[in-house]
């Protein structure tokens, strides 16, 4: 687990303190204050946080979740040519801190909450695979990978996955740690999803995640323990010198990585819900990625030429794969 994850305080759902899963967490923090809340949203939501100061102190917050548990994914989301996509938050916030991530737009919260229920979710999977097969996307909502100590939730959804052959699972990543693939053996409907970017992009806006150079390695032991593997340069962020800066990616990649083995890179400028970013834009008054003036469309914010660098991006990878296996957001439309 990252080692910034020491929580001040834990909240935890009376209905839930004797579950096994949460004695399990909460014996891992021994120092840490328990608090008993009816409900986890209701201190995770609570107004007047700041999210910088909390960053600094973190809480933990063990919930239940409750109503709906599987959303249908956003257009500005990858989809992949599924033609049911959905995705899924079992955790909510982040041990990284990158600038730009939506959660800064959508809660004030910097606490992670982790939900127990599981079977809650594969009871209703169940029911929706029962219509046919579907892309989910388990991790827009934290990095999985980083809290698997805690949440178990990577060898859970692996196991779901190998009994339901119908279900393609991505779950997204910027972490560097390579002891899990041993989970998605026989499970090559699981997608393990890197986001890579320039290493000026990592150090400029992805605060505590992996340099590039120990993403690159994760995703070669990836591919060597033979997981289905995506790479995602996404979101691309209009830093100094950025065309060279991604040609530069691009290059690294071709070297150390054997692209013909990956299954796809997504691609993908940075965008935004209008919302969010106005959110985000009051919190952060001095983050660049936040500040820039983008344009809005769609009711999302977008480079004015974000077209533009879409089909620049896709022209610099088709030197390197096949071009069917690039997915920009057009394609997903
Ligand atoms: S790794 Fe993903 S979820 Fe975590 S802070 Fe970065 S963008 Fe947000």
Not at 51 to 73: E, M, N, V
Not at 74 to 92: E, I, K, M, N
Not at 302 to 330: A, N, P
Request: aromatic residues 12%; contains cysteine; negative net charge.
């Amino acid at each position: 687990m990252n080692s910034s994850a020491n929580f001040s305080h834990i909240y935890v759902e009376s209905e839930i303190r004797s579950d096994p899963r949460t004695e399990g967490i909460l014996a891992r923090f021994p120092d840490s204050h328990v608090i008993l809340v009816q409900r986890g949203s209701d201190v995770f939501n609570r107004p007047r946080q700041s999210f910088s100061a909390q960053k600094k102190s973190r809480s933990l917050i063990l919930a239940r979740k409750h109503g709906t548990l599987f959303y249908h994914g956003a257009p500005v989301c990858h989809s992949f040519h599924a033609s049911r996509f959905f995705y899924t938050t079992t955790a909510v916030g982040c041990l990284f801190d990158c600038e730009y991530c939506w959660l800064k737009g959508i809660y004030a919260s910097a606490s992670l909450m982790i939900f127990i229920n599981q079977e809650d979710y594969f009871r209703e999977l169940e029911e929706l695979l029962k219509d046919g097969s579907l892309f989910l996307s388990l991790s827009y909502e934290t990095d999985l990978f980083a809290v698997e100590e805690l949440t178990g939730h990577i060898h859970a959804w692996a196991s779901f996955a190998r009994e339901h052959p119908d279900l393609v699972l991505e779950i997204r990543t910027k972490s560097s740690r390579t002891d899990l693939f041993r989970c998605f053996e026989n499970c090559p409907n699981v997608i393990v999803a890197y986001t890579l970017s320039p290493q000026s992009v990592i150090t400029a806006f992805e605060h505590h995640t992996p340099s590039l150079s120990k993403r690159i390695q994760a995703v070669r032991k990836a591919l060597a323990e033979g997981c289905t593997v995506r790479l995602c340069l996404d979101p691309l962020i209009k830093v100094n010198g950025w065309r060279k800066e991604y040609e530069a990616l691009t290059d690294t990649l071709d070297q150390e990585i054997d692209l013909s083995r990956i299954k796809d890179v997504s691609i993908g400028s940075y965008r935004q819900s209008e919302p969010y970013q106005r959110r985000m834009r009051k919190r952060f008054p001095y983050s660049a990625v936040i500040q820039y003036p983008y344009e809005t469309e769609d009711g999302y914010c977008v480079y004015s030429d974000h077209r533009e660098i879409d089909q620049w991006m896709r022209g610099l990878l088709e030197r390197y794969m096949e071009k069917e296996k690039i997915f920009s957001l057009e394609d997903c439309e």
